[in-house]
């Protein structure tokens, strides 16, 4: 018996190996075929042998697949030191994470139009993707010892992701610092706050969407979240009193913040988002080629390197944030079935993962990785095919970004320890 839970032990470890690994296969083709000369005789060369002619001809997907390696790598030596060894070392990581958040406004690189990253030896750095992995790890530290219990126990943990968050908002990179916020809300919960407070954090950015988009609909929102505070919290004539002064005011704050606080380029995103056609070749191309591109590859897509519309490049970016159209056209409602239900067992098995884990950091630690994943496939799946606006969140494992791609493997590397000792003290108490 004990023998065969072994066996189904190790099977399930190929969704953490394998869908990873699957997934930065696929996505070196379709990144090679985002490059303006793709060739289309690629497999040929690997079919007579030449791999020189082959590593050549594939520019950044090659890149990809070598980045993809190195993470590798990585996941291999993180897997084998236990996460309580990594603790003494957290709070130097986060700090060395917001030095270089600091240093990006102070000595950054800019690009498509937001300042976000360091050259190093001539390489790119993108400090926020690094950033949340720190933030993981020291938001479960706190709150492993400091759970959610009392409404002053959120201070701790709004104190280590707010720092962050600032700085990669005024990058500016709001699709990242959305990644923050989801993050907070799931680890909080997950360390037993309850479900009413996750409701009353998310609240304001839902006060801000209907004073923007239903007015009408204030009337009733501002006092069904009164009702909320009074119930849940302590001392709940205050606490009704101060949530009715916070959503006015928020209400009060959102047209300033409409026309202060967003770049242009960002209110440009939220309004096409609604309607795209109304600048059908300035901000709403992108959305509108990336969803003419996945419905042009019908069930079983045009074939890998086979996509004109990628080819052609009609996708701006597509390498990057775009990759899902790609894989949309050349692979087609099969292959996008094929990348979800990959997703969708991977977190499967985090959530497993996380139950099974030995300690509440590691449980938390794994539940912000699993958060953070597919909080980023959701959105960057929605923006493509239409349902959200373009934020800028890369597609894990499939969008080329060294990166992203380094950090993934790192996300990986630490959930992997956790299965290890979970193993491990399963294995001692037999």
């Known amino acids: 018996m004990f023998a065969s839970r072994g066996r189904r032990r190790q099977a399930r470890e190929w969704v953490l190996w394998g869908v990873p690994i699957a997934l930065v296969a696929l996505s070196g083709v379709l990144v090679v075929s985002t490059e303006r000369q793709a060739d289309t005789n690629l497999i040929s060369y690997l079919q007579n042998g030449d791999l020189r002619t082959f590593w050549q001809r594939t520019g950044f997907g090659a890149m990809h697949w070598l980045t993809g390696v190195v993470g590798l790598a990585i996941a291999l030596i993180l897997q084998r030191i236990p996460l309580t060894r990594l603790r003494p070392l957290l709070i130097p990581v986060y700090g060395l994470t917001v030095v270089s958040l600091i240093a990006v406004r102070l000595i950054g690189t800019t690009a498509l139009g937001a ?87 998310l609240s304001p950015l839902l006060t801000a969407l209907f004073s923007g988009l239903l007015p009408w609909a204030m009337a009733a929102w501002i006092p069904m979240m009164a009702v909320i505070a009074y119930r849940s ?34 209110r440009d995103r939220l309004v096409l988002f609604l309607d795209p056609s109304q600048d059908p070749l300035g901000g709403g191309y992108h959305l509108l080629q990336s969803t003419v591109g996945i419905g042009s590859g019908g069930l079983f897509g045009t ?29 087609g409602f099969i292959g996008c079935l094929f990348v979800v239900i990959c ?20 449980a938390l630690v794994v539940i912000g990785i699993g958060t953070m994943v597919m909080f980023q496939v959701v959105v960057n799946i929605f923006m493509t095919i239409g349902l959200g606006p373009v934020t800028g969140i890369p597609l894990p494992f499939l969008s080329y970004g060294r990166s992203a791609m380094i950090v993934n493997f790192i996300s990986l590397g630490l959930c992997l320890s956790v299965v290890r000792q979970s193993r491990s003290l399963i294995t001692g108490r037999r």
Not at 133 to 160: C, F, K, N, Q, T
Not at 238 to 262: D, I, N
Not at 304 to 320: A, D
Not at 350 to 360: I, K, P, T, W
């Open 115 to 201: 300042q976000r990253w360091i050259s190093i030896g001539g390489v790119h750095v993108q400090p926020s993707e690094f950033a949340k992995i720190a933030a993981i790890l020291l938001l479960g530290a706190v709150l492993s010892r400091h759970p959610a219990e009392r409404p002053i126990d959120l201070l701790r943990p709004l104190g280590v992701i707010s720092i962050p968050w600032l700085l990669v908002f005024i990058q500016p990179d709001l699709g990242t610092s959305l990644v923050f916020g989801a993050l907070l809300l799931t680890m909080l919960y997950w360390s037993g706050m309850p479900i009413e407070w996750v409701v009353l954090l």
């Open 343 to 362: 997703f969708a067992l991977l977190m499967g098995r985090l959530l497993q993962v996380a139950r099974n884990a030995r300690s509440d950091f590691e």
């Open 233 to 266: 919290l302590p001392w709940k004539r205050l606490a009704a009193f101060v949530t009715l002064l916070v959503h006015g005011g928020m209400a009060l704050v959102t047209p300033w913040l409409w026309l202060h606080g967003l770049k242009d380029y960002q």
């Open 303 to 331: 074939g890998l390197l086979q996509g004109q519309l990628t080819k052609l490049r009609f996708i701006p970016e597509q390498h990057t944030d775009f990759i899902f159209s790609a894989l949309g056209e050349e692979t």
